[in-house]
Structure formats: C-alpha cells, structure tokens
C-alpha cells in the first residue's frame, strides 16, 4: 500500500498548524517524522487517519483518491494508529483491550475467552514480551498499557502502521523487542511511520526521515545521506550551535536536600539536593525508580524512612496537601488519570490545589 499525502494544510481555529505539507509512505518503509514539539506531526496523522479532516490538500492511497471517515474506518482499511497517549479502558483488563474491537466467539455466539487468551499467550511468547493479560489495564504499569497498545495494532495485521513516539515509556528491553516486531513488519511489506524525538532510534531503525517546521515539510531524505546535525537544524531553523544556548544563571543556596530516601518497594536510599534556581535532571531507566522517588517526595505514596528537608525544615509529607503547603508542585507522569480531572473545566483543574484561597467561609467564590 502507498499512501501520498499532498499539499496538507490545517487550522485550529487561528493557529494554522499545517500550511504545506507532503509526504509519501512506501511498502516497507520505516518514514521517520521528525519536527520539534507542536510542529504538527500528530495533526497529520490524525488526518490520515480521520481523526480531523484536512481543510486542504490531498491524500491518495495505491493512487486513488481517498480520505478515511473514522479511525476504525482507516483501521479496517488496514492503516492503524498507535497513538502518543494512552488509548486503553483502565478498567478492561489488558486482554479484553486487546481483543475489544474484534472479539473472538464461539459457535453460540458467545465471547471465546479462552481462544483468546491463548491467542494472545502465543502472541507475546513469539515475540518474547511478557504482559500481565488478564489484569486490568488500569492497574499496569504505563509500559505495559503501551505495549498492550502496541500489540493490539500489531495483531491487527495493517498495511500501514504510524507509531506516534511508542517508546517514550518502553523499557530498554520493550524497545528492543518493538524493533524486532517492527523489523518484522517491514519485511511483511509494512509501510511504518515512525515518531520519535530520540535520533539514536531514528538513525537506527527508520529508512527515510522527513522533517516538518512551521507548517511545511522541509525535508525528505533518505537516513542514509542526512546526519543528526542536519536533522537537528532543520527542525530548529537555525544552527545548532544555538541549539543548547549557553546558561547565564548560577545556582544559588540549597532549597530541598532528600536524604537517604527509600521509597516503598525500593532496596536503594537516594539522596540528593536542589538549589535555587536550578533545574536538576533525574535519569534512569524505567523501572529504576525515578517516579517513585517524587511520589515518595510529595506523600503520594509511604516511604521506609530518610528525610526530605525544604528551606531548612524537615518535612513530613503524608498527603500530597502537605506537599502543596510546603511550596512543592508536582506534575505527574500519566497526566490524564494523575494530573487532571477531565470532566471539570480549565479552571476548576487549576484552582483545585489552592481551593482554601478562594473559599475563605467554605463558599467558593468564583468571582
Ligand atoms: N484538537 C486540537 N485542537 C486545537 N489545537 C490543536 C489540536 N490538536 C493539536 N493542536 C495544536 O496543533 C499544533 C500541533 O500539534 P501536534 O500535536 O500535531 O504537534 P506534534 O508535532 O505532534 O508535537 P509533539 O512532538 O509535542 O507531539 C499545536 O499547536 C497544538 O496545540
Ligand atoms: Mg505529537
């Protein structure tokens, strides 16, 4: 299947996202797309796969004119969308997400839990993943949420596959073993889109890259004859000399000093502090413990001793109000189910931490 997507262009509102652009995806080919964020890339593919409709511009499957209605319409068409935030039912279980749009039943019409499960089993042994199938979503891990989703796609055997930045929460092994599927895909005659800002994966799995700026496609380039530096000006505009602009502020006294810090289910006591006006980086792998240790800091969950002091004081977070108090803001790593209350407005979401500020009698006031 060959898809040509040309001459693109697409507004919210007043902010035209898209102005010019094109992009050819080819039987076998890992695309890369590439642009800094808000560059629109998840807009174009959100048209492809009719999400949103184009207001102008082009798109041609095997050369005939075509636009898909509905995601499920592109997905029974064999184009499938693994998207950059979760898509999952937290409260199906990871095998009922899997087979949701396409279950299996026996001769009485009945669901076929079994056959599915072992379908599924066989599945994830031949590509050597283990998933905990018969959990509820919800209760996993993001990884595995992401990989589920990544499965799900993948048993759908698509012709075209976008991958919007899949492994943002894989594990050192869940890539690896996504390339391995993806590798296999391609040799299938899988056309794959593939998102990603990390230029490692791009230059190592993708055959083409093309880069979006400002609405236009600036370049398509086979992997082979562009170099990270290359890719990297032109998704900025500008030389990359500039792209890690050298830092004018020092930092000044410490404010917050962790120490040995054992977050709930972890051997390993952390200690470490911050300073004013410092941005300090917290690295590892996934599973290494990085999300625990803030949800430790702000009394989300319990910790097994060590102190975390603020400003001089050692603080006693059990609840995340008493972090709140204590002047510490935490933005959390799944944000649609962790960080906001979806069905409230703007406003509400952000007035929630502080409501005591604006509802001195018990009362809230909205003005
Ligand atoms: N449904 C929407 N309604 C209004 N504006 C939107 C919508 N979807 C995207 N946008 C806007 O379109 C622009 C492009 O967003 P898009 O998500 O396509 O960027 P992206 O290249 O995928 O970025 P990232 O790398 O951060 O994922 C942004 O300014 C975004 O705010
Ligand atoms: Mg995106």
């Given at each position: 299947m060959e898809i040509v997507m040309s001459g693109i262009a697409k507004a919210f509102g007043t902010n035209q996202v898209l102005r010019d652009v094109s992009?050819?995806?080819?039987?076998?080919?890992?695309?890369?797309?590439?642009?800094?964020?808000?560059?629109?890339?998840?807009?174009?593919?959100?048209?492809?796969?009719?999400?949103?409709?184009?207001?102008?511009?082009?798109?041609?499957?095997?050369?005939?004119?075509?636009?898909?209605?509905?995601?499920?319409?592109?997905?029974?068409?064999?184009?499938?969308?693994?998207?950059?935030?979760?898509?999952?039912?937290?409260n199906l279980t990871?095998?009922?997400?899997?087979?949701?749009?396409?279950?299996?039943?026996?001769?009485?019409?009945?669901?076929?839990?079994?056959?599915?499960?072992?379908?599924?089993?066989?599945?994830?042994?031949?590509?050597g993943i283990e998933l905990p199938l018969t959990t509820e979503a919800g209760l996993c891990s993001v990884g595995h949420q992401q990989m589920a989703e990544i499965l799900r796609i993948l048993m759908l055997d698509a012709k075209v596959v976008i991958m919007d930045e899949p492994?943002?929460?894989?594990?050192?092994?869940?890539?690896?073993?996504?390339?391995?599927?993806?590798?296999?895909?391609?040799?299938?005659?899988?056309?794959?889109?593939?998102?990603?800002?990390?230029?490692e994966e791009v230059f190592s799995e993708c055959d083409t890259i093309t880069v979006m700026r400002d609405g236009h496609t600036i370049i398509t380039k086979p992997t082979a004859e562009i170099s990270v530096d290359e890719v990297v000006r032109h998704m900025v505009g500008r030389s990359i000399d500039e792209f890690y602009p050298a830092r004018t502020t020092t930092p000044g006294e410490v404010v917050m000093s962790?120490?040995?810090?054992?977050?709930?289910?972890?051997?390993?006591?952390?200690?470490?502090?911050?300073?004013?006006?410092?941005?300090?980086?917290?690295?590892?792998?996934?599973?290494?413990?990085?999300?625990?240790?803030?949800?430790?800091?702000f009394g989300v969950d319990k910790h097994n001793g060590g102190t975390v002091t603020v400003n001089g004081s050692v603080l006693n977070c059990k609840k995340p109000e008493d972090a709140i108090k204590a002047g510490i803001a935490f933005i959390t790593e799944n944000r649609k189910s962790e960080g906001l209350i979806l069905d409230f407005s703007i406003g509400s979401n952000i007035t929630l931490p502080n409501l005591g500020d604006i509802c001195p009698s018990h009362v809230l006031d909205k003005g």
């Open positions: 992009i050819t995806l080819k039987e076998g080919e890992v695309h890369a797309l590439m642009g800094e964020n808000g560059a629109g890339k998840s807009t174009l593919m959100n048209i492809l796969t009719g999400i949103h409709k184009a207001d102008a511009g082009k798109i041609t499957i095997d050369g005939v004119e075509r636009t898909f209605p509905n995601p499920r319409e592109a997905e029974l068409n064999g184009v499938a969308f693994i998207h950059q935030e979760l898509n999952i039912w937290p990871l095998l009922e997400n899997l087979y949701l749009m396409r279950p299996k039943r026996n001769k009485f019409g009945m669901l076929d839990k079994k056959a599915m499960l072992e379908e599924a089993q066989n599945t994830c042994r031949e590509l492994t943002a929460a894989l594990t050192e092994r869940e890539t690896a073993t996504l390339f391995k599927m993806m590798r296999k895909m391609k040799a299938r005659g899988v056309a794959i889109v593939y998102i990603s800002h990390r230029m962790v120490d040995n810090l054992k977050p709930e289910g972890f051997d390993n006591e952390i200690s470490f502090s911050l300073r004013k006006g410092e941005i300090l980086g917290v690295a590892g792998l996934m599973g290494a413990g990085r999300t625990e240790i803030m949800r430790a800091i």
